[in-house]
């Protein structure tokens, strides 16, 4: 007789005489929840929704307003994807850190952007490389929906009915808002639809809905300006009369700063690109943060 049946004939004699005892096992095994890891916030949020039920737990190694790109696994983060059946990162050099992470670790991994059609960066030292804020797009977000749905299904075959109606439930709402964002495009000047920020990661939001994009600087995680970069920023929100400029959340404003005193245009404000906001803030989900940028975006640009 293996284990398991042993287990049960035991469980159901206790049963037998103790209600109590009974509840307490069924009650154990019930919340036992399997965890999936993600690397960063928005990701965790996109597989909460697609994963909800009781059976799984979704965490975030990095904390929300944390700078991803360069950030510095910690021990307890090593503790934590131990007891994960699956690691999710975005790929595309985004987690810098995650190959040595999870080379150690005996987890299985889904890297989205094995599935992705990729934007290369242009320019720097970064030239040639994939730029990874692929989620940053409402229209992209719908094939990191369909790629987690799939890859789960994979892992857990029994869940993929669960997975495919989360997956569609959540799918409409980003369609919603691709919808509204791209009415507003259309109904915007030519002469408007510039998109200028700090890092460059808005290459898939201004390629999907028509908008010319403007950094000063690349990625993040080599956020250095360079004067040329910055001469060339001002002279063109001077000659394009762009009518706002922005920055992300995870870093400092001064550099945009200097293009709004040298311009005279106007901050627009700041844009959650590689973490959600803390529970209060104004991005506390991956749709909260689409629906919060794409609202600056436009009360910037109108
Ligand atoms: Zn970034």
């Not at 892992?155 to 964002?181: A, C, M, V, W």
């Not at 995680?221 to 000659?239: G, H, N, Y």
């Not at 404000?269 to 803390?278: E, M």
Request: charged letters at 25%; hydrophobic letters at 35%.
């Amino acid at each position: 007789m293996n284990k398991k049946v042993l287990l049960l004939i035991l469980t159901s004699l206790i049963c037998l005489f103790s209600t109590t005892a009974c509840t307490r096992i069924s009650t154990k095994n019930e919340n036992k929840k399997e965890l999936v890891l993600a690397s960063f916030t928005v990701l965790a949020d996109i597989i909460e929704n697609i994963a909800k039920n009781d059976n799984f737990e979704v965490k975030s190694i990095t904390k929300p307003g944390i700078e991803v790109h360069g950030y510095k696994p910690t021990p307890s983060d090593l503790i934590n994807a131990s007891e994960a059946f699956v690691f999710v990162d975005n790929g595309f050099g985004f987690e810098i850190w995650s190959e040595k992470f999870v080379s150690n670790l005996k987890v299985q991994r889904i890297t989205i952007a094995d599935d992705l059609d990729p934007i290369f960066i242009s320019e720097d030292s970064y030239k040639g490389k994939p730029n990874p804020h692929a989620w940053i797009s409402p229209k992209r977000g719908i094939h990191y929906v369909d790629i987690i749905v799939e890859s789960l299904s994979e892992l857990r075959p029994s869940k993929r009915e669960l997975f495919e109606k989360n997956g569609e439930i959540y799918k409409n709402k980003l369609s919603t808002i691709d919808q509204d964002f791209s009415l507003f495009i259309n109904n915007l000047g030519k002469e408007s639809r510039y998109l200028v920020t700090c890092e460059g990661a808005f290459s898939y939001l201004a390629k999907d809905y028509g908008l010319k994009e403007v950094y000063l600087w690349p990625v993040n995680a080599e956020s250095q300006i360079t004067p040329r970069r910055m001469a060339r920023t001002i002279s063109l929100v001077k000659k394009k009369k762009v009518p706002a400029v922005f920055c992300e959340s995870t870093v400092s404003n001064e550099s945009q700063m200097v293009v709004v005193n040298e311009t005279g245009t106007k901050f627009g404000g700041n844009l959650y690109v590689d973490s959600l906001s803390s529970d209060n803030g104004p991005a506390n989900s991956y749709l909260a943060m689409l629906k919060h940028n794409l609202e600056i975006i436009k009360r910037g640009l109108d």
